[in-house]
C-alpha cells in the first residue's frame, strides 16, 4: 500500500514563501513519477508542478518561475518550493504519485492561504 504524507502548508503573506514536503512510502520510490496538484474551491484540481524519475520537470506557466519542484530519493520525499506566493496560490496541495505497473495515488492535502 502506497502512502504519501504531505507537510508543510499553511499560511502566508503575499509575496512570502512556502515549502511542502510529501514522504512516500510502501513503493520504490525512485522509480515513480511525482507530482503535486492544487484545487481551489469551485475549481477543477490542477497539476502545479511534476518531476520524473529521471528528473525531468514540468509546470505549467502560471507556477513556472516561481515553483520548484525537488526530489530526495535517499529520503523518499519530495519537495515543493513555492516563491512569490500570490492570493490565487491559495489551496489545497496533493502529493501525487504514478508508480509504474500500478497505478496513482494521492495524499491527504494540505492547505495553504496566502493573504493579499
Known amino acids: 500500500q502506497v502512502q504519501l504524507v504531505e507537510f508543510g502548508g499553511g499560511l502566508v503573506e503575499a509575496g512570502g514563501s512556502l515549502r511542502l514536503s510529501c514522504a512516500a512510502s510502501?513503493?520504490?520510490?525512485?522509480?515513480?513519477?511525482m507530482a503535486w496538484y492544487r484545487q481551489a474551491p469551485g475549481k477543477q484540481r490542477e497539476l502545479v508542478a511534476g518531476?520524473?524519475?529521471?528528473?525531468?520537470?514540468n509546470y505549467p506557466d502560471s507556477v513556472k518561475g516561481r515553483f520548484t519542484i525537488s526530489r530526495d530519493n535517499a529520503k523518499n520525499t519530495v519537495y515543493l518550493q513555492m516563491n512569490s506566493l500570490k492570493p490565487e496560490d491559495t489551496a489545497v496541495y496533493y502529493c501525487?504519485?504514478?508508480?509504474?505497473?500500478?497505478?496513482?495515488?494521492w495524499g491527504q492535502g494540505t492547505q495553504i492561504t496566502v493573504s493579499s
Open positions: 501525487n504519485a504514478i508508480v509504474p505497473g500500478i497505478g496513482a495515488y
Open positions: 510502501g513503493s520504490i520510490f525512485s522509480r515513480n513519477t
Open positions: 518531476i520524473t524519475s529521471g528528473g525531468t520537470t
